[in-house]
């Protein structure tokens, strides 16, 4: 039989590789060194470390580490073109970035080769996704930057960016950090991941080639102390980061009381569910790119397979099938399905995560497929029998193995499903739209898929729930990350008096100081509670489930008011918190109860606190000692603010966009969750219902702490809340000492979102206590907020911070 006969015959792939010369001679072209790419110029190679191709373990080029110095100078150049670069056009900067994208595509051959010999990663994937998607990030931030003003008036960029990667996607990440950051106006470093590197360096040439103003973009090279040199730099305004979950944290605890913002795309455990209606064949060509997409190392990744009971062996056999048709082998080979992990490391951690999952009852499957005998492969793995507890259904394993478990009902799979500390992406796959649509909103996580998997565009946000980080890269939201108001920027710390203190009529004559700054009086604690026994008792209650509730401790601290003592509130503690969040935990469903109900209530309750209008104000004077004028003036502005919070409810939605794609993806507005929110001591009705409004009218449930100094006006306030129909656990009070409670707050990992109006050493507790889930904190930082601003605070300013984005990707058309 002659060759071509043969091939007829067999249907074997031949070898169809890719060149690798043009990348190796651009490396050539550089002396096979680099060093960093700092103001516009390449820096004379610092001490080297090796990138090496995982493939054949061959070096590729000597790059330099970053150190300390090099990461200032770094900053120092950013900085210094921050100016120009935040001064131009939006157009001028757009053409910048459509520059970019337009050499990206220029090169497109040399990106992909260069990208699958640093990281492994097939060519065919390489050269039709990563760098298509990263010309596309760029051409839809050019759009950005050219509208910038007109979509997101009053907002300014950060200042300078400092932008860590990882090593899955390395130019790709490069994109979604860089593009954003630049069309809003800001700068940046940008360390890439120690195991790929190289193009970033191509990149950063390119940026030098189309005149991109020295300083605009920064490559630092090195390994993780490269990075923290960056988190730790004080004159950098914004870190955006993404790679594994422990670093984010990490990176969370060091930017804690900083005031740089940040944002984290982390690690994920993401479901893929297979319903029992679903077209079956494609749902496992949808996992082979679920799970074998880069090798699996995709943050975003379909590890954990739920397959309907009723069909799991029939899809199993089918999976099993299938997996023996993968091939892989060098990432060069056009005909690969998969490549070589990124390093020696990575196979070692995912081959001992294996043996665990199996030693901890789980079955292996792997195919009888051809592997190359050294580089770093491994061959397509499938691990059944597996419990939910067994520690590769719940730990990010990020290699090519897929773990499965079955499921009944389709509860089952949603709590199956949800059941992990993650969130950042989930598929579903079923022929039943109805079922499809009741499923996707009820999984924990920033992006969906139906019938479909890993698809992704520059236009729709992806970003994760829980600890998956925060933050959306890509769309508007992902624009949103790297601006913020002009007059937040310009904020002064609150020092002086407060705007109460100002409208004081008496000075008080308290003694000790409270967290916030303020002055109060002592504790009840302190006192011999024996001193009490034969007063009245006068004890605010806590509010807590809907019911009135007594302090756990059962101590209770007076308030002081303009004329003396005016009452006593409990003193709360860590259980009186647990109780709280577990009712407001109970109390989730309001999240989905209909917008056009919440804002009915918020109108309910602005209406019952207007017929009581007289009585709130006499009790805002007797605590704060404002004039009745000021008083009155308080309580006239929460009912507006109440008023305006209703009117958002049902009009602070989401999008539909139109990706590239068969599909739509509808961005979803959804509450966080459980708000802990801990009010200014000042304002002591209107700071809280300055918070508490726009957290419920976007469907979130609250643990709030009051005013410490005036807790009053909200112990009376839930009354208000009783009479407007507000369920139970929607909002529960807890009062007490504000900075012991915001730290229970912030270490409970039930809460999901913390507010917190405290000093700048309190705001930095709570941050850096608030690392354990990842929660999304606001923090006034002592800063001067003023909630009784309307024009800042009653509109999208806490709407955005009580909500976040889940895209939902539908196939739609033809
Ligand atoms: P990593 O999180 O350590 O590395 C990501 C980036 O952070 C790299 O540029 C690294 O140099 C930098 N970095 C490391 N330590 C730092 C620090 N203290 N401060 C600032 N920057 C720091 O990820 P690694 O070690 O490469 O991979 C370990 C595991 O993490 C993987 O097996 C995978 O499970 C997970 N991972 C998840 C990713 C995701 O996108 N979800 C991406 C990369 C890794």
């Not at 001992?352 to 999952?357: A, D, T």
Request: glycine share 10%.
């Amino acid at each position: 039989m002659n060759e071509i006969a043969k091939i007829f015959e067999t249907l074997e792939y031949g070898p169809a590789p890719e060149g690798a010369q043009p990348a190796l001679d651009w490396l050539a072209a550089h002396g096979g060194r680099f060093g960093h790419f700092i103001d516009g110029k390449w820096t004379a190679p610092g001490e080297a470390f090796a990138s090496t191709n995982p493939a054949n373990g061959k070096v590729l080029a000597e790059l330099s580490g970053g150190t300390a110095a090099d990461v200032d100078k770094a900053v120092k150049a950013a900085r210094a073109a921050f100016k120009g670069w935040a001064a131009l056009s939006g157009f001028e900067r757009g053409k910048y970035l459509y520059a970019i994208a337009r050499e990206v595509q220029k090169h497109s051959r040399l990106f992909a080769v260069l990208e699958s010999l640093d990281n492994g990663k097939p060519i065919r994937e390489s050269r039709d996704v990563d760098i298509p998607l990263v010309a596309r990030h760029f051409y839809h931030h050019a759009g950005w930057a050219q509208l910038r003003d007109r979509e997101f008036p009053g907002l300014v960029p950060y200042g300078v960016c400092g932008q860590i990667i990882p090593w899955n996607f390395p130019l790709l990440m490069l994109s979604w950090k860089i593009a954003p950051a630049l069309a809003a106006g800001n700068t940046v470093i940008l360390k890439p991941a120690e195991f790929t590197s190289l193009t970033a360096l191509l990149f950063a040439e390119i940026c030098g080639r189309i005149g991109l103003p020295k300083g605009v973009v920064n490559i630092v090279t090195g390994e993780g102390e490269t990075g923290e040199a960056i988190v730790n730099h004080p004159d950098i305004d914004k870190i955006a980061f993404t790679g594994s979950t422990e670093v984010g944290k990490a990176i969370r605890a060091a930017t804690a009381g900083s005031g740089k913002g940040l944002s984290l795309e982390l690690g994920g455990k993401s479901p893929y569910i297979v319903f029992e209606d679903a077209d079956l064949d494609s749902a496992i060509e949808g996992l082979v790119d679920a799970i074998w997409f880069n090798q699996g190392q995709v943050c975003c990744a379909g590890s954990r397979l739920l397959v309907q009971e009723s069909i799991e062996e029939r899809f199993l056999a089918k999976l099993k099938k299938r997996m023996a048709t993968l091939r892989v082998g060098d990432p060069l080979d056009k005909a690969v399905d998969i490549g070589a992990l990124v390093a020696p490391v990575q196979v070692a951690r995912v081959t001992e995560l294996v043996k665990k999952g199996v030693a901890e009852g789980g079955t292996l499957y792997e195919p009888d497929i051809d592997v190359p005998g050294s580089g770093c492969f491994l061959r397509p793995m499938l691990i059944s029998d597996v419990s939910p507890a067994n520690t590769v259904a719940t730990e990010e394993i990020f290699g090519p193995v897929l773990v499965e478990m079955s499921f009944r009902t389709p509860d089952e799979a949603v709590a199956l499903a949800n059941n992990t500390r993650y969130g950042l992406a989930a598929t579903l796959w079923s022929e039943n739209i109805n079922l499809a649509l009741d499923i996707a909103p009820r999984l924990k996580a920033g992006v969906v898929w139906i019938n479909g998997t890993n698809q992704f565009d520059a236009a729709v946000g992806f970003g994760g729930y829980r600890e998956s980080g925060f933050g959306r890269e890509g769309g508007r939201e992902g624009m949103a990350v790297y601006l913020k108001p002009a007059w937040e920027k310009a904020l002064k710390p609150a020092g002086g008096q407060s705007p109460v203190d100002k409208l004081r009529t008496k000075p008080k004559t308290a003694a000790a100081t409270s967290s916030h700054g303020e002055s109060v009086e002592p504790r009840g604690r302190a006192r011999n509670p024996l001193d009490t026994a034969d007063r009245l008792d006068q004890t605010a209650k806590m509010y807590i489930g809907g019911k009135q509730a007594r302090p756990d401790s059962g101590y209770s601290r007076l308030v002081h008011g303009r004329d003396g003592v005016l009452g006593e509130v409990g003193e709360g503690n860590r259980k009186d918190i647990r109780n709280a969040v577990e009712a407001a935990r109970a109390a989730l469903g309001w999240g989905t109860t209909a917008a056009h109900n919440r804002a009915q209530i918020l109108y309910f309750l602005a209406e019952n606190l207007e017929y009581r209008r007289k009585e709130f104000a006499e009790r805002i004077r007797a605590q704060s000692g404002v004039t009745a004028a000021a008083a009155e003036n308080e309580v006239a502005q929460t009912v507006e603010r109440l008023f305006a919070f209703a009117a958002w409810a049902d009009k602070y939605d989401g999008a539909v966009h139109n990706p590239p794609a068969r599909a739509i993806a509808a961005a979803m507005v959804e509450p966080l969750g459980v708000l802990g929110i801990v009010a200014p001591p000042e304002l002591p009705l209107l700071g809280s219902v300055a918070l508490l409004a726009p957290a419920i009218a976007m469907g979130n449930t609250v643990v709030l702490i009051p005013s410490e100094p005036h807790p009053l006006s909200m112990t009376d306030f839930y009354q208000v809340l009783e009479t407007s129909d507000v369920p139970s656990g929607v909002v529960n009070i807890v009062t007490g000492d504000a900075a012991s409670l915001a730290r229970t707050l912030a270490e409970h990992d039930g809460v999901d979102g913390l507010w917190c109006c405290a000093t700048a050493e309190i705001s930095a507790m709570v941050e850096k206590a608030s690392v354990g889930n990842l929660k999304q904190t606001w923090t006034s930082r002592g800063l001067a907020f003023d909630l009784a601003d309307t024009e800042r605070f009653g509109g999208d300013y806490f709407l955005a911070k009580a909500t976040q984005v889940k895209n939902v990707w539908i196939p739609y058309g033809a």
